[in-house]
């Protein structure tokens, strides 16, 4: 019903930038929260930032400062602009969404398939 689909990851020297973009598209009403979580190998899925309908932010600990989230409300599209990357930062990057469905107008989340963010010394 919902697809959710990154794009932007790859390749970036420490200290580099990148803007890894997520779309959404299918059954939307509206979307409430978005975000942006991260797994790397061996380690548990964690958040990296969310953002809600009205545009309030919170970020990890590790990546304030220096990530942004936002969002384009007209485009269901959620952006994390990634600067100062750190070595610990590579994982594979997964967008969410809490979306409410027109069929039914009711909210479920949903994932994106994930985008790998690698980050060189």
């Known amino acids: 019903q919902v697809q959710l689909v990154e794009s932007g990851g790859g390749l970036v020297q420490a200290g580099g930038s990148l803007r890894l973009s997520c779309a959404a598209s299918?059954?939307?009403?509206?979307?409430?929260?978005m975000a942006w979580y991260r797994q790397a190998p061996g380690k548990q899925r964690e958040l990296v930032a969310r953002i809600t309908s009205d545009g309030s932010t919170n970020y990890a600990d590790s990546v304030k400062g220096r990530f942004t989230i936002s969002r384009d409300n007209d485009e269901n599209t959620v952006y994390l602009q990634m600067n100062i990357l750190k070595l610990e930062a590579a994982a594979v990057y997964y967008c969410y969404a809490f979306v409410v469905i027109i069929t039914t107008r009711r909210d479920y989340a949903y994932w994106g398939q994930g985008t790998q963010v690698t980050v060189s010394s």
């Open positions: 299918g059954n939307i009403f509206s979307i409430n929260r």
